[in-house]
């Protein structure tokens, strides 16, 4: 079974620029979170989809970050335009809910983002 | 606000030390508590969980954490640490509300040096 893959693995852009990062869960799975760590920091919570619907968004930044998960399999996060304290590490996560509240999210590899 | 609090931040040990690390939350309801790894250039992994049950639970690679629900802790131990233990770990604590939104919150990390 194939893990959660993101892409690109690396990306460094300019100030201003736009950044579109990728996520793909594995197969079947409903869930699919996406987390930030900046420098320093602990990793915090982004949002939460189920399937192609936003279930949580509380953790966005600001109006300059969107996620979106088309048709409910893989999902991107954009960027922009792209400001400095957004460096960090973006890491995605998926799992699958089973109908208790016994749910382990499982994570990509992560999208080190620098902003330069 | 819920909170995760892993007290050594920066751990270096010679192999076959014993390990414990920290981990404490602030949490009100009923928690699912992890422990996950990061080995250099890899993703996180889940290392072991708690969900309900024995407070006492084993994961991989011979780690082990105790639930103290009256302690509010998580501690992670390790009889006998290996040079490739060395990686960082995060301790994180499930936050669910009434809508059940679902989200992992999460420690600073411990980075783990193991001298072979």
Known sequence: EAGVTQFPSHSVIEKGQTVTLRCDPISGHDNLYWYRRVMGKEIKFLLHFVKESKQDESGMPNNRFLAERTGGTYSTLKVQPAELEDSGVYFCASSQWRGTYQETQYFGPGTRLLVL | ?116
């Open chain 2, 1 to 116: 606000a819920q909170s995760v609090s892993q007290h050594n931040h920066h751990v270096i040990l010679s192999e076959a030390a014993s390990l414990e690390l920290g981990c404490n939350y602030s949490y009100g309801g009923t928690v699912n508590l992890f422990w996950y790894v990061q080995y250099p250039g890899q993703h996180l992994q889940l290392l072991l969980k708690y969900f309900s049950g024995d407070p006492l639970v084993k994961g991989i690679k011979g780690f082990e954490a105790e639930f103290i629900k009256s302690k509010f802790s998580f501690n992670l131990r390790k009889p006998s640490v290996q040079w490739s233990d060395t990686a960082e770990y995060f301790c994180a604590v499930e936050s669910r509300n009434a809508g059940n939104n679902r989200k992992l919150i999460w420690g600073l990390g411990t980075s783990l040096a193991v001298n072979p």
